[in-house]
C-alpha cells in the first residue's frame, strides 16, 4: 500500500496548489462555472458532467462505509464536493486504520456485517 501512500499524498498535494492558484485567480465559487460547462453540451462538459457522477459515487461508498451515520452522512457531503483534496486524506487515515486490510479499507464500518 505504500505505492498508494505515495500516490495520494502526490496527487494531494498537486490539487491542493493548483486550486490555490485557481481560486485565487478565479474565485472560489465553482458551481458558475460547472453549470455553464454542462449546460453547453461540450467536451468539457461531458468531463464535468462526468466528474459529477465520481463525486456522488465517492460520497455514496463514504457514506456506506460508515452505514450511513450521521458522521458518515457529514462525510459524504464533504465527499460530493472535496473531491481528491478530501478523499486523498480520507484514504490514507482508512489506510492506517485497516491494517493492510484490503477487505477493511474497502468495507470500513460494513466488515462487522453478516
Do not use: C
Amino acid at each position: 500500500m505504500i505505492g498508494l501512500r505515495i500516490y495520494l499524498i502526490a496527487f494531494f498535494v498537486m490539487f491542493a496548489i493548483y486550486t490555490l492558484f485557481v481560486g485565487s485567480d478565479h474565485g472560489w465559487n465553482l458551481a458558475p462555472f460547472a453549470v455553464e460547462e454542462i449546460a453547453g453540451l461540450t467536451w468539457p462538459g461531458q468531463f464535468t458532467l462526468d466528474f459529477s457522477a465520481y463525486l456522488v459515487l465517492s460520497a455514496l461508498w463514504v457514506a456506506w462505509r460508515h452505514k450511513f451515520t450521521p458522521v458518515g452522512i457529514a462525510l459524504g457531503l464533504v465527499a460530493s464536493v472535496g473531491g481528491i483534496l478530501f478523499l486523498a486524506p480520507y484514504l490514507l487515515y482508512a489506510i492506517s486504520q485497516a491494517d493492510g486490510e484490503v477487505k477493511a479499507l474497502l468495507l470500513g464500518d460494513q466488515k462487522t456485517s453478516a
